[in-house]
């Protein structure tokens, strides 16, 4: 079974500049998750997607990050514009909980660097 | 709003010794897990509590839950180096929407 697919792994940005990262999760998956982590903390959920629409977005900073999942697969997590501040690993995680038992797989992370 | 929170953030221990983690949450939960992150690596799963006095065991590694303490412990047994890691606990609550919320995490030194 592939796991969660992210990219870019690295990207350094000059603040106040855009970006933009990509997650493609398994398969079948219909709950998508994309998390922040500050290195040294613990993650930090943004935005919960079911399927194509948006369960939580509650702690996402909407003046200057969004989020959509098209066609309920892959996602895509914009920032615009960056701040020094969303220095950070932003993690991809998918889900089916609907099944007994599973959890939430996550992507190996995009480090984000902001100059 | 729900509140995970783990104890010690921090703990070295010597090679062969044992030791707890705690994971305290302040909300009914659905389901607790257990993950894994080595430095600059992704989280991976380790443990999935579903229920009330679920323990689950994976090599020198169990994971136990009590819900009506609202307290998932992680018990190391005689420990070893390759257990060097940090170690998040996560909470999930179906009534909002399978929201999973982590604890700060406890990074783990186990040393020779």
């Known amino acids: 079974e592939a796991g969660v697919a992210q990219s870019p792994r690295y990207k350094i940005i000059e603040k106040r500049q855009s970006v933009a990262f990509w997650c493609n999760p398994i398969s079948g998956h219909a709950t998508l998750y994309w998390y922040q982590q500050i290195l040294g903390q613990g993650p930090k959920l943004l935005i919960q997607f079911q399927n194509n629409g948006v369960v939580d977005d509650s702690q996402l900073p909407k003046d200057r990050f969004s989020a959509e999942r098209l066609k309920g697969v892959d996602s895509t997590l914009k920032i615009q514009p960056a701040k020094l501040e969303d220095s950070a690993v932003y993690l991809c995680?998918?889900?089916?909980?609907?099944?007994?038992?599973?959890?939430?797989?996550f992507g190996q992370g995009t480090r984000l660097t902001v100059v | 709003e729900l509140k995970v929170e783990q104890n010690p953030l921090f703990l070295s221990m010597q090679e062969g010794k044992n030791y707890t983690i705690y994971c305290n949450y302040s909300t009914t939960s659905d389901r607790l897990y257990w993950y894994r992150q080595d430095p600059g690596k992704s989280l991976e799963s380790l443990f999935v509590?579903?229920?009330?006095?679920a323990v689950k065991q994976e090599g020198r590694l169990m994971a136990s839950l009590d819900t009506k303490a609202r307290l998932s412990t992680l018990h190391i047994t005689a420990a070893v180096h390759d257990l060097s890691a940090t170690y998040f606990c996560?909470?999930?609550?179906?009534?909002?929407?399978?929201?999973?919320?982590f604890g700060e995490g406890t990074q783990l030194t186990v040393n020779p």
């Open positions: 995680a998918s889900s089916s909980y609907r099944a007994w038992g599973t959890e939430a797989f």
């Open positions: 996560a909470v999930l609550q179906e009534t909002s929407g399978s929201r999973l919320t």
């Open positions: 509590l579903l229920s009330n006095g």
